[in-house]
């Protein structure tokens, strides 16, 4: 869960007064247009979510509380709300807590495994499909009661995983219509960055086709989105924090955004942030090449 820093409320450059249906735009531009807990890239529709209550109506005093939700992490912590359970309260956020760093104290971990697979007849009759190869988020050694009651309240594997069997139960009607598709998405998405990391080792002797490669890498990550993903791919392959910062957390020197008071406009010579927000000062303490340190 990528960590992000939005502590403060942007101001419009043209002096115009916010008003707080600008709160959509405004997140979109300071913590990028990402899920802030599943990281899938958003698409419509876009739901602001409330880290204190399920409330849609939201003021400029608000601010502090609201981050961006895809409509799977939103439904499953709307039903949460509903069951009154108290995850919310116990949870990590991106905006206030480290949620992913790349040493082994990360509150949550990306990983490779293989998990059962089975789907499930409205009468409970189960049959066993072959197993997948999926990327499963699950706790790490730090805050792990938090990060598990993060895992529960956004159902990050789906609603049918359950990790105690390692198994997805699927009923088949949700089957044949591919519902919730984040942790497929995810695993696709490891898969591509596993793939650039070949490539990228492959153009090393030659600078110009590996700088181009770069840019390549960058550009594939910001449009499929799963940022822990890539970092975590990446990490494993090079251990190198001035790579990780270059490829997916640095601000560029080009074309970039700015916000106008009504909407997000391009503008030549500004900056651009590959993943707006990105705290990375969180994401990695006391290693060799160490993101938090500058770039």
Do not use: H
Not at 54 to 80: I, R
Not at 96 to 125: H, K, M, W
Not at 240 to 247: A, F, N, Q, V
Request: glycine share 6%.
């Amino acid at each position: 869960m990528r960590p992000v820093n939005k502590s403060t409320l942007p101001s419009p450059s043209n002096g115009r007064a916010l008003k707080a249906s600008q709160l959509g735009d405004l997140l979109l531009a300071t913590v990028g247009e990402y899920c802030s807990f599943c990281e899938r890239a958003l698409d419509d529709p876009i739901i602001i979510q409330d880290k204190r209550s399920e409330q849609s109506v939201f003021s400029l005093s608000d601010w502090n509380y609201l981050l961006l939700s895809c409509p799977d992490c939103y439904a499953s912590a709307e039903q949460a709300y509903l069951d009154k359970q108290n995850w919310k309260t116990r949870s990590l956020w991106p905006d206030a807590d480290a949620t992913f760093t790349l040493d082994s104290r990360s509150p949550f971990q990306y990983i490779l495994q293989t998990v059962n697979v089975v789907y499930v007849t409205p009468l409970g009759e189960r049959t066993t499909l072959s197993s997948e190869q999926q990327v499963i988020v699950k706790p790490g050694t730090a805050s792990t009661s938090n990060a598990q009651a993060t895992i529960d309240l956004f159902a990050l594997n789906s609603i049918y995983y359950d990790a105690t069997s390692n198994t997805m139960s699927i009923p088949v009607n949700d089957y044949q219509v591919v519902t919730d598709q984040r942790v497929r998405q995810r695993t696709n998405v490891w898969q591509l960055a596993q793939n650039a990391v070949t490539r990228l080792r492959n153009s090393r002797d030659n600078a110009l086709v590996y700088n181009l490669m770069c840019e390549q890498i960058t550009a594939t990550a910001m449009y499929s989105g799963f940022w822990s993903t890539w970092m975590t791919v990446f990490w494993s392959a090079f251990q190198d924090g001035d790579l990780l910062t270059r490829l997916f957390i640095e601000t560029a020197k080009m074309a970039g955004f700015v916000f106008t008071g009504s909407k997000k406009n391009f503008v030549s010579g500004g900056t651009f942030n590959y993943f707006p927000g990105t705290d990375k000062s969180k994401i990695l303490q006391g290693a060799q090449g160490d993101p938090s340190a500058g770039g």
